[in-house]
């Protein structure tokens, strides 16, 4: 089955810095990818997705990257901000009923 | 709408009880879903429902049952709590393949 690793596990940057996060999966049939960001005691929230028939999506500061030979996506975040602290999962997911496989997370700390 | 609700929001549970989570969206989903969120492994689906009457097993199912008897509800019960299912359960319902998953705001739940 699928399987999706993501790195690094804890991530620092200052403020007004670039962050990226790197995410690799193993099944070259999964066609949809997309990005969750999880506040302390909430819910995750989609952020950003791209399917398979694209190489790069952009959405203001946030970004995503998939290179489907390499089997690996990232997400990256520019001009850094304090709410953009939070955990950050990566997903992939294939077929009709699109069940997602996750990451396990990656915690962004923002230093002011 | 109030979106995906999820009640408790905490709850304790001696080994061997029984109880049953709640989970409501009021957006006309088709799909819907559970998760367990544990420390640095991601999210795990355990059950998940395509449409009223009909569901299906994801990667975590044992020791979990469900029903969507509607559109609108998809609870979880929990037959003989253990330990092992001290966890944080996420409900998630989506319009349909590849649409964009709204979370709730989860369920903290130990069992002693």
């Known amino acids: 089955g699928e399987n999706v690793e993501q790195h690094p596990s804890t991530l620092s940057v200052q403020e007004g810095d670039s962050a990226v996060i790197k995410c690799t999966y193993s099944?070259?049939?999964?066609?949809?990818f997309p990005w969750y960001k999880q506040e302390l005691g909430k819910g995750p929230q989609l952020i950003i997705d791209i399917r398979s028939n694209v190489g790069e999506k952009k959405d203001q500061r946030i970004a995503v990257t998939l290179n489907k030979t390499a089997k690996h996506f990232s997400l990256h975040i520019t001009e850094t901000q304090p709410e953009d602290s939070a955990v950050y999962f990566c997903?992939?997911?294939?077929?009709?009923?699109?069940?997602?496989?996750w990451g396990a997370g990656t915690k962004l700390i923002i230093k002011p | 709408n109030a979106g995906v609700t999820q009640t408790p929001k905490f709850q304790v549970l001696k080994t061997g009880q029984s109880m049953t989570l709640q989970c409501a969206q009021d957006?006309?989903?088709?799909?819907m879903s559970w998760y367990r969120q544990d420390p640095g492994m991601g999210l795990r689906l355990i059950h998940y429902s395509v449409g009223a009457g009909i569901t299906d097993q994801g990667e975590v199912p044992n020791g979990y049952n469900v029903s969507r008897s509607t559109t609108e509800d998809f609870p979880l019960r929990l037959l003989s709590a253990a330990p092992s299912q001290t966890s944080v359960y996420f409900c998630?319902?989506?319009?349909?393949?590849?649409?964009?998953?709204?979370f709730g705001p989860g369920t903290r739940l130990t069992v002693t």
């Open positions: 099944d070259s049939a999964s066609n949809y």
């Open positions: 998630a319902s989506r319009s349909g393949q590849g649409g964009e998953q709204y």
């Open positions: 997903a992939a997911s294939k077929g009709s009923n699109y069940q997602l496989i």
């Open positions: 957006m006309n989903h088709e799909y």
